[in-house]
């Protein structure tokens, strides 16, 4: 397993963060509590979870959080914990929840259910374009300053104000994210009948990354699988259809999964190996979330965290000339 640190931070993170939005719900406890063991078995130290998640689920909200406390208190201290507060209320996506009163709220919920003094990469889940920047940046300054929060980041943020963000950081000496949290997989996504309030990476967000070296963790780092399916001639369910197979994104999300084959076929390299590699060589730091509900899907994805494409490899699975713009590939 590889290892890097987050450039701004003393986190020293694995190449794969795992995500546990289903463990504790979707999964089992028991199966959760042994795919956590595998995962830091394998090297693995870096989890992924939201103060929100299962509330969709008889589970219930927070228990993602509260397994992982779980385990944290029987089996190990030395883990990097990622939690997101501040979603919208799952009945009123359109309202947002960046008031002192909610932030604080939901830190002080993940506190509680991980059972730990601070939360090592607290991410805003979702933003609310109406608050100012200065506004919440100002919240989350008081929390790191309180101990409860150690470094901070967003997720679904478009990059427009993720730039002012840390912009104000700058004039007033913040520390500001070390972290964006965007959909992005090799796949090409379509979100026009999803959550709105969802950002996915782009030309612009990648040219940011670029620019301030910030990194990016991706969720759906594997396209919930689309790729591995294509090759197997497994069914896409509605919901992988509606964001990957659909008519704006299928040509050339099927023109990739049969890039993906070819070269992986030329490498020796799995479908896995390639969509994550895929993530794992870009020209700025990626920690990719993975997403395995199952042993052997976090065994093939583990088969990943130390490949490395090349910059043809990349650009061959893009689909575009070495001297192609960015722009012509960006994704949502
Ligand atoms: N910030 C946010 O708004 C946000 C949103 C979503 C997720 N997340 C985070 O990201 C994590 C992962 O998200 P995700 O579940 O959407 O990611 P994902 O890994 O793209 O999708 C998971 C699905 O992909 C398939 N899969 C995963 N590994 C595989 C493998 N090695 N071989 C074959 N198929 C494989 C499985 O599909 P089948 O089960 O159908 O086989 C699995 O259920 C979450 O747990 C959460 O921590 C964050």
Same mark, same amino acid.
């Given at each position: 397993?590889?290892?890097?640190? +987050?450039?701004?931070?003393? &986190?020293?993170?694995?190449? +794969?963060?795992?995500?546990?939005?289903?463990?504790?719900?979707?999964?089992?406890?028991? !199966?959760?509590?042994? &795919?956590? !063991?595998?995962?830091?078995?394998?090297?693995?130290?870096f &989890?992924?979870?939201?103060?929100?998640?299962?509330?969709?689920?008889?589970?219930?909200?927070?228990?993602?959080?509260?397994?992982?406390?779980?385990?944290?208190a029987s089996r190990r201290k030395d883990a990097v914990i990622g939690t997101k507060g501040g979603h919208p209320e799952l009945t009123s996506m359109n309202v947002g929840r960046l008031s002192q009163r909610e932030i604080e709220a939901d830190v002080a919920d993940s506190l509680k259910n991980l059972g730990v003094e601070a939360l090592d990469l607290w991410y805003f889940h979702r933003d609310d374009p109406a608050v100012p920047v200065e506004e919440v940046l100002d919240i989350m300054e008081a929390l790191?300053?309180?101990g409860k929060i150690r470094y901070y980041g967003c997720s679904n943020w478009k990059t427009a104000r993720m730039r002012e963000f840390q912009d104000a950081a700058q004039v007033r000496g913040a520390r500001g994210f070390v972290a964006n949290q965007p959909l992005w997989s090799l796949?090409?996504?379509?979100?026009?009948?999803?959550?709105?309030?969802?950002?996915?990476?782009?030309?612009a967000m990648? !040219?940011?990354? &670029?620019?301030?070296?910030?990194?990016?963790?991706p969720y759906s780092s594997q396209a919930n699988g689309f790729f591995q399916k294509i090759a197997?001639?497994?069914?896409?369910?509605?919901?992988?259809?509606?964001?990957?197979?659909?008519?704006?994104v299928r040509a050339v999300n099927r023109a990739r999964a049969a890039q993906?084959?070819?070269?992986?076929?030329?490498s020796g390299l799995s479908v896995t190996q390639m969509v994550l590699g895929y993530l794992l060589s870009q020209p700025f730091p990626v920690v990719p979330i993975i997403g395995p509900k199952t042993a052997a899907q976090l065994q093939d994805s583990l088969n990943a965290s130390d490949v490395k494409l090349s910059a043809e490899q990349v650009a061959a699975l893009e689909r575009r000339e070495m001297t192609g713009s960015l722009s012509a590939c960006g994704e949502g």
């Open positions: 397993m590889r290892y890097l640190t +987050l450039p701004r931070t003393d &986190l020293r993170v694995s190449a +794969l963060c795992l995500g546990a939005g289903d463990l504790g719900a979707g999964v089992s406890e028991s !199966d959760s509590l042994a &795919l956590l !063991d595998q995962f830091f078995d394998a090297g693995g130290n &989890l992924d979870t939201a103060a929100i998640y299962a509330a969709w689920t008889s589970a219930g909200k927070g228990s993602s959080e509260r397994l992982i406390g779980k385990w944290l790191v300053a309180a796949a090409q996504s379509d979100l026009s009948s999803s959550d709105p309030t969802l950002a996915a990476m782009n030309a990648r !040219d940011f990354h &670029l620019e301030s070296g910030l990194a990016a963790l197997e001639n497994r069914p896409l369910s509605r919901g992988i259809t509606a964001t990957y197979d659909s008519e704006a993906v084959e070819n070269l992986g076929a030329q």
